[in-house]
C-alpha cells in the first residue's frame, strides 16, 4: 500500500522590520522591498522598534537612528539582548561616529543616507545569503563536527559558534564571530579588507570596506588584545589580517 507524500511546507518570506520617523520614506522603503518577495512591518518610534521586533521576530531590522523616545542605539542595544536579527542602519553620511557606535552595540551594517531603494533592498537580500538561526544551525547539526581552533588561551568552536578565552566564553555578535570564524579557518593567510567582506558580508556587497576595521577593533577589545602587541588578530601591513599565535 503506496501512502500519498506529505507535501513540504510553503516556504515564508522573510520578514523585514523597517524602523524611521519619517513615514514616507519608511513607506516608499517599505513598499520596494515588499515588491522584493518580503514580509514588511513598518515601525516610526523606538519604544514601538523594541516592541515590534520582540513580538514580529523579523530577519532583518532596517534602523534609522534619529527616533523619538529611544534612538537607534538604543534600539539596537536592546535589541541585540533578545534577537540576533541582522540590522542594517540608516546614518546621515557625515555621522561616522554613529556608525562606529551603531555597530559596537551590534548592528551588521550600515547605508547612508541620501540612499536607492534598490541598493537597500540589494543589502537586505545580501545579509539574508549569511547563514543564521534554524538554516545555519541545520547545517551545523548534518555537517562533521569541526575540531576546536587553539590560538593560546584562544579556543574557537566553528560548530557551536562559541568563543573561549580562558575558558570563559566570549559574548560576540554575529558578525564579529563570523570574522573570527574567518580568520581561524585559514590561521596563516593574511585576509584583505575585501576578501573578509566577501566572505563574512557577501561579494556583491558595495559599501566602506573599512566597516571590516571597526569589527576588528570591537573583537580586540573583547579578546583583550593589544593592537599595539596583538596576540590573535595581527594587522598586515598594506594587506588587512591575519590570525595571532596567541
Known amino acids: 500500500m503506496s501512502s500519498t507524500p506529505v507535501p513540504d511546507p510553503p516556504v515564508r518570506p522573510h520578514r523585514v522590520l523597517v ?29 514601538g522598534a523594541v516592541a515590534a521586533a520582540r513580538a514580529e521576530e523579523p530577519a532583518v531590522l532596517v534602523l534609522d537612528l534619529g527616533l523619538p ?11 541585540r539582548t533578545f534577537s540576533d536579527c541582522y540590522i542594517l542602519m540608516l546614518t546621515a553620511r557625515g555621522d561616522e ?14 547605508i547612508t543616507k541620501p540612499f536607492s531603494a534598490r541598493e537597500l533592498v540589494a543589502r537586505v537580500q545580501a ?6 538561526g534554524p538554516a545555519a544551525d541545520h547545517a551545523s547539526r548534518s555537517a562533521p563536527e569541526e575540531p576546536p581552533r587553539v590560538f593560546g588561551d584562544l579556543t574557537v568552536r566553528p560548530g557551536a559558534r ?9 559574548p560576540l555578535t554575529r558578525t564579529e564571530f563570523d570574522i573570527l ?6 590561521p596563516s593567510f593574511a585576509f584583505s579588507r575585501r576578501t573578509l567582506v566577501d566572505q563574512v558580508w557577501d561579494p556583491a556587497w558595495v559599501g566602506d570596506e573599512h566597516i571590516v576595521d571597526v569589527h576588528i577593533a570591537h573583537l580586540r577589545r573583547k579578546l583583550g588584545d593589544d593592537p599595539a602587541e596583538p596576540r590573535f588578530i595581527e594587522t598586515v601591513r598594506g594587506v588587512g589580517y591575519r590570525m595571532g599565535p596567541g
Open 19 to 47: 524602523v524611521d520617523d519619517e513615514r514616507d520614506i519608511a513607506q516608499m522603503v517599505g513598499t520596494y522591498l515588499s515588491r522584493a518577495g518580503y514580509d514588511v512591518s513598518l515601525a516610526h518610534t523606538g519604544p
Open 69 to 79: 523616545g529611544l534612538d537607534g542605539i538604543e534600539v539596537c542595544r536592546q535589541v
Open 97 to 110: 561616529m554613529d556608525r562606529v557606535i551603531g555597530l559596537s552595540v551590534g548592528a551588521d551594517d550600515y
Open 127 to 132: 545579509v539574508l545569503r549569511r547563514p543564521r
Open 162 to 170: 562559541q568563543v573561549l578565552l580562558g575558558g570563559e566564553a566570549v
Open 181 to 186: 570564524d574567518v580568520l581561524s579557518r585559514r
